[in-house]
Nanobody
Framework: QVQLVESGGGLVQPGGSLRLSCAAS????????IGWFRQAPGKEREGVSC????????TTAGSVKGRFTISRDNGKNTVYLQMNSLKPEDTAVYYC?????????????????WGKGTLVTVSS
């Protein structure tokens, strides 16, 4: 079965850290650029970070720059989002998507695959 599965979400206190995983099954992730997005209740989906297929070029949204880091382990068919210094405003469902083209992965348009999301709650 071809799918992307996010994991690693949960409840964390402000200032804490989480590492989200985006694991692919049924296809090879290194053929795709990957984007992480989030959607908070009542808000539009927001791009968080994206990474290219093979050369590791990455971009990160200004709202999380310096706190979130995207990385990929093609050997494990997985992309990660390390989130540090979490704030209550980071609370959202986080999704990953896979696209053939880097810009598509960053913009969220033309994705080939989407995961179902993992909930991150930052609260004391």
């Amino acid at each position: 079965q071809v799918q992307l599965v996010e994991s690693g979400g949960g409840l964390v206190q402000p200032g804490g850290s989480l590492r989200l995983s985006c694991a692919a099954s049924g296809f090879t992730l290194d053929n795709y650029a990957i984007g992480w997005f989030r959607q908070a209740p009542g808000k539009e989906r927001e791009g968080v970070s994206c990474i290219s297929r093979s050369d590791g070029i990455a971009t990160t949204a200004g709202s999380v720059k310096g706190r979130f880091t995207i990385s990929r382990d093609n050997g494990k068919n997985t992309v990660y989002l390390q989130m540090n210094s979490l704030k209550p405003e980071d609370t959202a469902v986080y999704y990953c998507g896979a696209a053939r083209f880097f810009l598509s992965a960053c913009r969220g348009n033309g994705m080939d695959y989407w995961g179902k999301g993992t909930l991150v709650t930052v609260s004391s």
